[in-house]
């Protein structure tokens, strides 16, 4: 009666799951086609940094951007052109001559037409056109500033990816590696399952723990290939590439940040970091501006000559002309009013950047030491322990020398100790990249 039962429910809980099973088998086997079908490629940080900058699109706009800015200086030293005015008689109503051309005089030798010539040149007073190129010069620099911020996150995100991306790879081989294992166990336990010599909870359990271990890895799959994604977009590459990341494991585990200290990174910030840069560059495009507001309240300078054949009161007459404002109303008082306020509004906005600054780097400094200090006081020889006594494990199991309990139990401990270290390196890593990042400045070399 018992056996019946245990049979009766083992259908039942076959029957519930089952559609969860194609599910997940579905979703699996989706992931697989999808890696199968891309072209592998095994690629160093180097190679894939090097691609990343010469064919990331949104790295080569910035540039362009920079060189529009370059072409305002060009525009801003420029002079402006000078007017030219042409005065010409249309009709004589005393001759009735039409366009009456020059050179014709009267019976008197009085001029029987009229032309009058103008030429006039704008000159800027204060030094005016001194002032504007400073501040497109200053634009540029803004500009060029405003590059190397976006470089340095494409930078960052790049370098998180790749090795979020080595680091799964080498969970997913773990978990490939146990289900491989299992299912070769399962295949066993099926045989002994009919003969009748062990019972079907036990089949059932390492069926449970084998749908759980897909599971998990059909969710790494996804997770890798979203970090896939990510590093194609950002190196500009369309075609479905499955980058293979290669890196030197001792010397990823030499990297020290204990030889860094708190305030020399605080000062390489201060110097570095390109969006305190902007935020400093934006304050002299500010004051900048004041100074050539006050110098638009001096008015400017038009000079040109005249020639006038006949309208004034002595024939062929040559002038000198000037022309200026007087500034008796408007002294571009609103104008500077509003720049002093705007200085004063990106001051408080520098100091806020650098406040900012100040907790990015302390918060970074102590996630990478604690990261650091708790993976390297990590027993490394524990992993090849481990190993070794994995196989010795499954020989034991197979032997019925430990129970069905302290062969699962062993099996998840040793996946969640093998993911739970390669996640460690990944953090690691990752916050040890996150302080270059902070900085501004490679400050820890990657390899």
Known sequence: MTQLSIVLTSHYYTRITV???????????????AFASTDSLKITLKDLEGIFLQKNALLMAHKFDIEANRAAIIQARLWENPTLTVEQMLYNNQTRRILPVLGLNDVKGQPTTQQAIQVQQLFYLAGKRTKRTAMAETSTHIAEDNYYDVLRGLKFELRSNFYDLYYLQNIVRIYEEEISSLEKTLAGMNTL???GIIPI???????????????????????MLEKQVNLRTITGTRNE???????NRNAVDALDVRSLTLDNLLATAFENRPDLKMQQSALRLEEQNLIYQKALKVPD??????????????PNYFAATFQINLPFFNKNQGNIKAAAYRVQSVQKMVTSQEDKIT??????YRRALETDELYKGY???FMIDFDKLFDNVK??????????LEFVDFYESYKSSAVLMNRLQSDRVRAIEEINFMVGKEVIGMP
Do not use: H
Not at 359 to 364: C, T, Y
């Open 19 to 33: 559609k969860r099973i194609k599910n997940i088998v579905f979703l699996w086997l989706f992931c697989i086609k």
């Open 379 to 381: 027993d490394k020889s």
């Open 193 to 195: 399952l009919q003969k």
């Open 395 to 404: 020989l034991n199991f197979d032997k019925q020398i430990i129970s069905m």
């Open 301 to 314: 300078l038009q000079a040109g000559l005249l020639y006038d054949r006949a309208s004034s009161s002595v």
């Open 201 to 223: 909870k036990d089949i059932t359990r390492i069926r449970a723990l084998l749908f759980t271990l897909e599971t998990e890895q059909k969710d790494l799959r996804l997770e």
């Open 359 to 364: 907790g990015d780097i302390q918060l970074a």
């Open 241 to 247: 590439v499955y980058f293979v990341p290669q890196t």
